[in-house]
């Protein structure tokens, strides 16, 4: 994620969007602030690889 923080992207577990622990369902969220079409199609790839090997390493432990 040192990464992603380097370009300006921050990332964030959603724990703290859950009241009561049985609401908790650890999706991923992407929060999008002031983006232009053309910025979507350049964040989007960047995002990409990360978030999959954080799938990959998630569904490797489970």
Known sequence: MKELQNK???????????????????SLRVSLAKISTQQIHEVYPILYQPILSLFEKYTDAH
């Open 8 to 26: 300006q992207i921050f990332v964030t577990d959603n724990r703290s969007s859950f009241y009561h622990p049985a609401h908790f369902d650890n």
